[in-house]
């Protein structure tokens, strides 16, 4: 099994900035790509930023300019910097990592969540 654990949400001012952890751990051959989704109150979860084992990176349109997606492929780590946060970013944001288990089976595993909550 792989499992995920996020960190860093919290509460933050508008404008403010967090910085998100994820770890992977587990009997991993290999992580091809990893992601942050989000999901707000309500609303159905939606893609924030990915990145592949060669660093390639998407974001979605309104995360563009504020959201940094990072990752250590020796660590099977990977972070989110939001900087320029706003309520609509308000959220539980989720890791989610696709590869290769030891046996040689594909996985698609998502964490826990951490919740970041933007308010005065």
């Known amino acids: 099994q792989v499992q995920l654990v996020e960190s860093g949400g919290g509460l933050v001012q508008p404008g403010g900035s967090l910085r998100l952890s994820c770890a992977a751990s587990?009997?991993?051959?290999?992580?091809?790509?990893m992601a942050w989704y989000r999901q707000a109150s309500g609303k159905e979860r939606e893609l924030v930023a990915s990145i592949t084992s060669a660093s390639r990176t998407a974001y979605a349109d309104s995360m563009k300019g504020r959201f940094t997606i990072s990752r250590d492929n020796a660590k099977n780590t990977v972070d989110l910097q939001m900087n320029s946060l706003n309520a609509e970013d308000t959220a539980v944001y989720y890791c989610?990592?696709?590869?290769?288990?030891?046996?040689?089976?594909?996985?698609?595993?998502w964490g826990q969540g951490t919740l970041v909550t933007v308010s005065s």
């Open positions: 587990g009997s991993i051959f290999r992580i091809n790509a």
């Open positions: 989610n990592a696709e590869g290769i288990y030891n046996t040689g089976r594909y996985f698609n595993a």
